[in-house]
């Protein structure tokens, strides 16, 4: 499982069956694929914005990005941020 915080959700709710096996409740099933989409999301997020970064080269002069490369970062940022704003509503 990829999502740190759903396997330990998961891992602190089990109850442990006589014959060995784990259980959980629909609402801890819920509350973990809950944790895990959002770690996918944050995952998903952080790949957007090194791609984004990956696409600005440096100016050969001084080593520096281009001038408006921190502009359009947050842009990106706020833009991504604001798409799941609308996706939640």
């Not at 109850?15 to 944790?35: F, K, P, W, Y």
């Not at 790949?47 to 990956?54: L, M, P, Q, T, Y």
Request: hydrophobic fraction near 35%; proline fraction near 1%.
């Amino acid at each position: 499982m990829k999502s740190e915080k759903a396997k330990s959700f998961i891992d602190n709710d089990a109850i442990q069956m006589n014959n060995g096996d784990r259980m959980i409740d629909a609402s801890t099933a819920c509350t973990a694929v809950e944790l895990a989409e959002q770690e996918a999301e944050e995952r998903m997020r952080a790949k957007a914005i090194g791609a984004f970064d990956d696409m600005w080269f440096e100016n050969g002069e001084d080593g520096e990005f281009e001038p408006d490369y921190e502009y359009h970062r947050r842009n990106f940022i706020r833009k991504l941020n604001k798409e799941d704003e609308v996706q939640e509503a």
